[in-house]
């Protein structure tokens, strides 16, 4: 479909209506649904739900093959969320990934422009899903299956607009579906207003959704895990409301409390196929690949050198050293998330366990934390969920959140760190306990383990602007091998966010350029 106004879609018709786990509806539709027909009764409003779960399955993962208008697929939790960060480095023929890497975007980079396109399509969508199911009388739905159907689009629709207030910060805030192409040009509303709305919508979704592990839905744990993620943001730039410290501990303890979720006792296990809607998983955006038109891009935008048919990634990025020498040698996340092999010479099992595999020059050691089988017919359409929030990130989120209000305690790091280092030893010494000190040494150390623990899962962006250090973080890469260059010597202070595109700005006349762009 050709792009008339990205921001503002006709979108009378939910397109492509596909299932987003297989642990869940299974129908699988693909010509195009007229919403009024289809909208009569429950099983047409789940049907209609299912564009919801589509759209952020296209938009919010690290991505999908031939998503959208991106054949690349753009897709937020890698690009905004790692390529820009020091968890990697870029070559110099990886695109618009160079761009993001280098601190090079301008207002006309295409991936600029299509990731914004994607997320407002996505957000049409779903509050296609939210205005119309709320519309459906009692006559053909029951007020309990509508509030349910309502409160899971509501918790889809909160995804997209924190990344795009993440992302640009002075984004439209569209909060109905648009049936027109009348009156398209809508203003920006101020990060205040959209991070409100976003919380509005999770406190509601929260009210309506089950306490259970949803397999692949959303659910009570899944709204209050992302509730208390996005109070937390709202703690660093630009809002820096640090009251919200503790409405995130407060909330985050809910989730710790509710006895649903737990870590895995395997760090590599959570990772894997059979483990990948598990008990460690808050929520995980399904995948189901190859040849569904359901897969993902795990394990192969991210993997060892080699080919994919063997288990190897994409040579897009490679791994920062800085970040690799910040692991104790012993620890299993080491292994689990770094390749020093080739696939096309070693299994997963041998690249993760047996040091005579690690024979990769550092320079071209790769991320690797979904560790896609040899052979197999992936491709870049992959099997594997896309953790969007996972028990160990409550854990460290809670933490956080108390070390903003001074409140931190040695008890609550056994809690919540030293647990994931625990399950990281290899050894009995490896690894040691974080021990309580100082409101900065805390807030360090804890930067520092979200890094080891959840790289390549879309959040060390976010992380690092929370926590003020992105500027340092992006001057303190200087590598050779393959990297494009030093990203720091192209950062300015007002690259935080990214431009505004310039074509949605040529349609929508009301659209001010994020300042310096």
Same mark, same amino acid.
């Given at each position: 479909?050709?792009?008339?106004?990205?921001?503002?879609?006709?979108?009378?018709?939910?397109?492509?209506? &596909?299932?987003?786990?297989?642990?869940?509806?299974?129908?699988?539709?693909?010509?195009?649904?007229?919403?009024?027909?289809?909208?009569?009764? *429950?099983?047409? !409003?789940?049907?209609?739900?299912?564009?919801?779960?589509?759209?952020?399955?296209?938009?919010?993962?690290?991505?999908?093959?031939?998503?959208?208008?991106?054949?690349?697929?753009?897709?937020?939790?890698?690009?905004?969320? &790692?390529?820009?960060?020091?968890?990697?480095?870029? +070559?110099?023929? =990886?695109?618009?990934?160079?761009?993001?890497?280098?601190?090079?975007?301008?207002?006309?980079?295409?991936?600029?422009? &299509?990731?914004?396109?994607?997320?407002?399509?996505?957000?049409?969508?779903?509050?296609?899903?939210?205005?119309?199911?709320? !519309?459906?009388?009692? =006559?053909?739905?029951?007020?309990?299956? *509508?509030?349910?159907?309502? !409160?899971?689009?509501?918790?889809?629709?909160?995804?997209?607009?924190?990344?795009?207030?993440?992302?640009?910060?002075?984004? +439209?805030?569209?909060?109905?579906?648009?049936?027109?192409?009348?009156?398209?040009?809508?203003?920006?509303?101020?990060?205040?207003?959209?991070? =409100?709305?976003?919380?509005?919508?999770?406190?509601?979704?929260?009210?309506?959704? +089950?306490?259970?592990?949803?397999?692949?839905?959303?659910?009570?744990?899944?709204?209050? =895990?992302?509730?208390?993620?996005?109070?937390?943001?709202?703690?660093?730039? +630009?809002?820096?409301?640090?009251?919200?410290?503790?409405?995130?501990?407060?909330?985050?303890k809910e989730v710790m409390d509710s006895g649903v979720y737990n870590l895995l006792p395997n760090y590599r296990d959570v990772f894997t196929l059979v483990n990948e809607q598990s008990v460690e998983m808050v929520y995980a955006i399904g995948m189901d690949g190859p040849g569904k038109n359901e897969g993902g891009m795990l394990g192969t935008f991210y993997g060892p050198n080699g080919s994919t048919s063997n288990g190897g990634g994409f040579n897009t990025c490679f791994i920062n050293h800085f970040f690799a020498d910040s692991y104790d040698v012993n620890d299993i996340r080491l292994r689990n998330n770094i390749a020093k092999h080739s696939a096309n010479d070693w299994t997963p099992e041998e690249g993760f366990s047996n040091p005579a595999s690690w024979t990769v020059a550092k320079n071209n050691w790769k991320p690797w934390k979904w560790h896609a089988s040899k052979p197999n017919s992936y491709a870049n359409d992959t099997p594997f969920d896309n953790p969007y929030i996972r028990y160990a990130d409550v854990l460290l989120m809670y933490a956080e959140a108390l070390n903003g209000q001074n409140l931190l305690t040695q008890t609550v790091i056994d809690n919540t760190v030293n647990k994931l280092r625990a399950r990281a030893r290899t050894t009995p010494t490896a690894v040691p306990d974080m021990v309580l000190g100082t409101k900065e040494s805390n807030a360090t150390e804890l930067l520092s383990e979200r890094r080891k623990e959840l790289c390549f899962e879309g959040w060390r962006r976010n992380d690092l602007i929370r926590f003020g250090k992105y500027k340092e973080a992006i001057s303190g890469i200087t590598q050779l091998g393959s990297n494009a260059g030093d990203p720091g010597l192209n950062y300015k202070d007002f690259k935080i966010r990214w431009p505004i595109p310039n074509s949605e700005r040529k349609i929508n006349p009301k659209l001010d350029q994020n300042k310096d762009y």
């Amino acid at each position: 479909m050709k792009k008339t106004n990205s921001l503002l879609l006709l979108s009378l018709m939910i397109v492509s209506m &596909t299932s987003c786990s297989d642990d869940f509806l299974k129908e699988n539709p693909t010509t195009f649904v007229d919403p009024t027909a289809l909208l009569v009764n *429950k099983q047409g !409003a789940e049907t209609y739900l299912l564009g919801a779960y589509d759209a952020v399955q296209g938009t919010i993962s690290t991505g999908q093959p031939n998503f959208g208008n991106d054949a690349a697929n753009s897709g937020w939790a890698s690009h905004w969320g &790692t390529m820009g960060t020091d968890e990697v480095v870029v +070559p110099g023929y =990886a695109g618009d990934r160079k761009l993001i890497y280098l601190q090079q975007l301008t207002p006309t980079t295409g991936v600029v422009q &299509t990731m914004w396109e994607n997320l407002y399509v996505a957000l049409n969508r779903v509050n296609s899903v939210v205005d119309r199911v709320s !519309a459906m009388t009692d =006559a053909q739905i029951t007020p309990a299956d *509508k509030a349910y159907i309502v !409160a899971q689009a509501r918790f889809l629709r909160s995804t997209i607009n924190f990344a795009l207030v993440c992302t640009w910060e002075n984004v +439209p805030l569209i909060k109905n579906e648009t049936t027109s192409l009348s009156n398209l040009e809508v203003p920006q509303a101020k990060p205040e207003e959209v991070y =409100a709305f976003i919380i509005e919508d999770l406190k509601a979704a929260e009210a309506v959704l +089950p306490i259970e592990q949803g397999k692949g839905r959303v659910t009570k744990g899944a709204a209050q =895990a992302l509730l208390g993620k996005v109070y937390l943001q709202m703690t660093g730039f +630009p809002l820096n409301q640090t009251d919200k410290f503790a409405l995130a501990s407060a909330k985050l303890k809910e989730v710790m409390d509710s006895g649903v979720y737990n870590l895995l006792p395997n760090y590599r296990d959570v990772f894997t196929l059979v483990n990948e809607q598990s008990v460690e998983m808050v929520y995980a955006i399904g995948m189901d690949g190859p040849g569904k038109n359901e897969g993902g891009m795990l394990g192969t935008f991210y993997g060892p050198n080699g080919s994919t048919s063997n288990g190897g990634g994409f040579n897009t990025c490679f791994i920062n050293h800085f970040f690799a020498d910040s692991y104790d040698v012993n620890d299993i996340r080491l292994r689990n998330n770094i390749a020093k092999h080739s696939a096309n010479d070693w299994t997963p099992e041998e690249g993760f366990s047996n040091p005579a595999s690690w024979t990769v020059a550092k320079n071209n050691w790769k991320p690797w934390k979904w560790h896609a089988s040899k052979p197999n017919s992936y491709a870049n359409d992959t099997p594997f969920d896309n953790p969007y929030i996972r028990y160990a990130d409550v854990l460290l989120m809670y933490a956080e959140a108390l070390n903003g209000q001074n409140l931190l305690t040695q008890t609550v790091i056994d809690n919540t760190v030293n647990k994931l280092r625990a399950r990281a030893r290899t050894t009995p010494t490896a690894v040691p306990d974080m021990v309580l000190g100082t409101k900065e040494s805390n807030a360090t150390e804890l930067l520092s383990e979200r890094r080891k623990e959840l790289c390549f899962e879309g959040w060390r962006r976010n992380d690092l602007i929370r926590f003020g250090k992105y500027k340092e973080a992006i001057s303190g890469i200087t590598q050779l091998g393959s990297n494009a260059g030093d990203p720091g010597l192209n950062y300015k202070d007002f690259k935080i966010r990214w431009p505004i595109p310039n074509s949605e700005r040529k349609i929508n006349p009301k659209l001010d350029q994020n300042k310096d762009y």
